[in-house]
């Protein structure tokens, strides 16, 4: 332990089970010597979320709170009272199903705006509702994907609203700036999640990705973790608006052009 995040307070939105990214950016972030608030979707999360807060620290506490409800909001801001509050990671995403493996120009209106709506309004409304806490120049992050910038076969409605997710990074870091507050987004190469499970074709995505990464294998959520904590420490006390990348180099190299990639004729 480094103790990077020593004395700080962190809430982490998004666990779902010990495979959720945000369990493992709670990991690095207890070890670091944060103080953790996670929170749950709903009652069927209660008792899993309950264990795991244990897990990570004694005095790590849960809380109900869905992103979409906005008196479940208030009441998280309610126990948070009076903070201050340093960093909030934003973990969350949701598609319907069939709107991951149908062709993309076949979603629907509602399935269009609820993927919107979990996935990418809710950084806002979330970094809304905690600013007046992050009195102390606070840390925001989420998490994004390479969809968000690339056609990825099956990301469909959810690159879309990646893409809005980075752009609400680089929006609330202007608007959060002045008061001290970064923000800032993790782009992670894909991990095996309850999320990510929903993907259709989502295994094969993975050999590929390692196939072609130049580091040659995938990610894990204890580096995710690690690229957070980082994040919300103060040697990146000069960055916001970002969008880094965890992803083993893999969105750096153009398709075809890995070792198995066939050769430019002579
Ligand atoms: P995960 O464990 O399934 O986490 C997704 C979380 O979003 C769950 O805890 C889920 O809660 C929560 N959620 C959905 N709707 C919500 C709502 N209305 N209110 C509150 N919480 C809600 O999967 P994950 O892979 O760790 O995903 C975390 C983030 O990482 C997502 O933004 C995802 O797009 C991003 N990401 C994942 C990968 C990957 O390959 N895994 C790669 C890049 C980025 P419930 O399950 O309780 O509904």
């Known amino acids: 332990m480094s103790n990077l995040m020593h004395g700080k307070t962190a809430l982490i939105l998004g666990v779902a089970n010990k495979w959720s990214l945000a369990y493992a950016i709670g990991q690095a972030f207890a070890r670091e010597g944060a103080n953790l608030v996670i929170t749950y979707q709903g009652e069927r999360q209660k008792l899993t979320v309950e264990e795991l807060a244990a897990e990570l620290s004694p005095t790590a506490r849960a809380i109900q709170c869905d992103v979409t409800k906005p008196d479940e909001l208030a009441s998280l801001v309610e126990a948070l009272q009076p903070g201050p509050l340093d960093a909030v990671v934003h973990s969350i995403a949701f598609a319907n199903r069939e709107d991951l493996s149908r062709p993309f120009s076949e979603t629907s209106r509602d399935g269009f705006v609820l993927a919107l709506e979990v996935s990418a309004y809710s950084l806002v409304a979330v970094a809304k509702a905690m600013a007046p ?8 992050i989420t998490l994004s994907y390479l969809g968000a910038v690339r056609v990825i076969p099956n990301y469909n409605v959810m690159g879309v609203a990646k893409a809005a997710l980075e752009a609400n990074v680089r929006y609330m870091a202007a608007t959060l700036g002045p008061e001290g507050t970064r923000v800032n987004g993790i782009s992670a190469g894909p991990i095996k999640t309850l999320a990510a499970a ?3 074709g989502f295994s094969t995505m993975l050999k590929n ?15 995710v973790g690690n690229v957070a904590a980082f994040l919300m420490s103060d040697w990146a006390s000069a960055m ?10 893999y969105s750096q190299v153009a ?8 050769k430019p004729k002579e």
């Not at 806490?133 to 925001?140: D, F």
């Not at 040659?216 to 959520?221: E, I, K, M, Y």
């Not at 916001?240 to 180099?249: A, H, R, S």
């Open 209 to 223: 990705f390692a196939n072609a990464a130049p580091l040659r294998r995938n990610v894990t959520a204890d580096e």
């Open 133 to 140: 806490l992050m009195t102390g120049g606070g840390s925001v």
């Open 255 to 262: 398709a075809g052009m890995d070792d198995g990639g066939e």
């Open 198 to 200: 929903g993907i259709a």
């Open 240 to 249: 916001t608006g970002e969008i880094l990348y965890v992803d083993n180099g």
